[in-house]
């Protein structure tokens, strides 16, 4: 157990719908990442929050957008999904997110396995 | 894009060493070298990382070439359950202070009876 949080662990939906994912990091932790693995494309880094702002942006559609909030939980926005959209999305935090100094080490979650019919 | 290389699979005998190897020719000099592994389709588990020197812990052992271009991980003594996908990520430092952890396809590690 990594000590980081997801729900809901798996979702249904249909195309052209809007799903919601959430997070939560390890305790002491600022930075939040999302990932993205599909069958076809591997594991890909969409997004990363440190302590509430965007510190850096992977390969995020537009129709997906993220936030985190004071309590440093994390939620993932997925509209208009298509059927390519469907795959694992995985949470991971780290305590600082950043690259000098100390070393820093993500953790991830155990992932939201998201369908779209 | 992923700056390491690795076998995309090996075999291992329960009990042995595994010992799984990664290029990373390109690597620079503050870029850290880190190993996670993911069972199944379960959340992606870190396992060791390091710089310069080799590094030892519970799970493993990372052994780091001198000029840092190659590195290998040993599981001592392999088990079923560290069947596996393993993967090989040098840590790039972007902008903003921060970095990215950029996974590429692994080694499919079978551990066999």
């Known amino acids: 157990d990594s000590g980081v949080t997801q729900t809901p662990k798996h979702l249904i939906t249909a195309t052209g719908q809007r799903v919601t994912l959430r997070c939560s990091p390890r305790?002491?932790?600022?930075?939040v990442y999302w990932y993205q693995q599909s069958l076809d494309q591997g594991l890909q880094f969409l997004i990363q929050?440190?302590?509430?702002?965007?510190?850096a942006k992977g390969n995020i559609l537009e129709r997906f957008s993220a936030q985190q909030f004071p309590d440093l939980h994390s939620e993932l926005n997925l509209s208009s999904l298509e059927l390519g959209d469907s795959a694992l999305y995985f949470c991971?935090?780290?305590?600082?997110?950043?690259?000098?100094?100390?070393?820093?080490?993500?953790?991830f979650g155990p992932g939201t396995r998201l369908t779209v019919l | 894009d992923a700056k390491t290389t690795q076998p995309p699979s090996m075999d291992c005998a329960e009990g042995r060493a595994a010992n799984l190897p990664c290029n990373h020719s390109?690597?620079?000099?503050?870029?850290?070298v880190y190993w996670y592994r993911q069972i199944h389709s379960q959340g992606p588990q870190y396992i060791i990382h390091?710089?310069?020197n080799n590094e030892t812990n519970e799970m493993a052992s990372l052994i780091i070439t001198e000029d840092r271009k190659s590195s290998t991980l040993i599981l001592p003594h392999a088990t079923l359950r560290d069947t596996a996908v393993y993967y090989c990520?040098?840590?790039?430092?972007?902008?903003?202070?921060?970095?990215?952890?950029?996974f590429g396809k692994g080694t499919k590690l079978s551990v066999i009876p």
């Open positions: 991971a935090s780290s305590v600082t997110g950043l690259a000098g100094g100390l070393t820093d080490t993500q953790y």
């Open positions: 305790s002491g932790d600022l930075s």
């Open positions: 929050y440190y302590n509430g702002e965007e510190r």
């Open positions: 390109t690597i620079s000099g503050n870029e850290y």
């Open positions: 390091g710089l310069k």
């Open positions: 990520i040098v840590r790039v430092n972007s902008g903003a202070g921060s970095y990215q952890l950029t």
